[in-house]
T-cell receptor, first 111, second 117 residues
């Protein structure tokens, strides 16, 4: 049972434009949400997170939005840069410290 | 390097052999998680351990796979009698102990790529 879903396997965006990556979850008990970035042959790298008590968290070019009523999470990258090309995983944590990951979205930023 | 360390980075085994994958968590972290990533797929949770204790192994195959995190030393993921389908990248992540400020991210190692001949 996939509790965290990323329905878009891939996304292509022009350099300088906004990238929007989406994620849906099913468990209303998740209390913490995260985005990770992964390059080939490397481990996922933590990017940004948000607590369930907030609806927005911003860190430089990266902003995460949380819509609890819709059980939806999104990551905005603006402006997008070629170095942002990677696979992005969203994840959610429950109160038992267990993490659930989506299947990833491969972002390509076109110069 | 205070990050999560996994070794070996690459491991080749023949069918029927045993594979041992090691993970040293970040300094100060006492929770370890193992994930498997098959080609073209996402991260699949396998097991969650604390020192000397398995918290959740619901993602681990019932046979041939085992994990431990002893009081001293790294966490070990052991796969006995490997088969071709075990070929994958295995990632370890760690997080701070319970009682630390809540909602801390996991940090990942660079994985072990297991190839079965």
């Amino acid at each position: 049972d996939q509790q965290v879903k990323q329905n878009s396997p891939s996304l292509s965006v022009q350099e300088g434009r906004i990238s929007i990556l989406n994620c849906d979850y099913t468990n209303s008990m998740f209390d913490y949400f995260l985005w990770y970035k992964k390059y080939p042959a490397e481990g996922p790298t933590f990017l940004i997170s948000i607590s369930s008590i907030k609806d927005k968290n911003e860190d430089g070019r990266f902003t995460v939005f949380l819509n609890k009523s819709a059980k939806h999470l999104s990551l905005h990258i603006v402006p997008s840069q070629p170095g942002d090309s990677a696979v992005y995983f969203c994840a959610a944590k429950n109160t038992g410290n267990q993490f659930y990951f989506g299947t990833g979205t491969s972002l390509t930023v076109i110069p | 390097n205070a990050g999560v360390m996994q070794n070996p980075r690459h491991l080749v085994r023949r069918r029927g052999q045993e594979a041992r994958l090691r993970c040293s968590p970040m300094k100060g972290h006492s929770h370890v998680y193992w994930y498997r990533q098959l080609p073209e797929e996402g991260l699949k949770f396998m097991v969650y351990l604390q020192k000397e204790n398995i918290i959740d192994e619901s993602g681990m195959p019932k046979e041939r796979f085992s994990a431990e995190f002893p009081k001293e030393g790294p966490s070990i993921l052991r796969i006995q009698q490997v088969v071709r389908g075990d070929s994958a990248a295995y990632f370890c992540a760690s997080s701070p102990p319970s009682g630390a400020p809540s909602n801390q991210p996991q940090h990942f190692g660079d994985g072990t790529r297991l190839s079965i001949l």
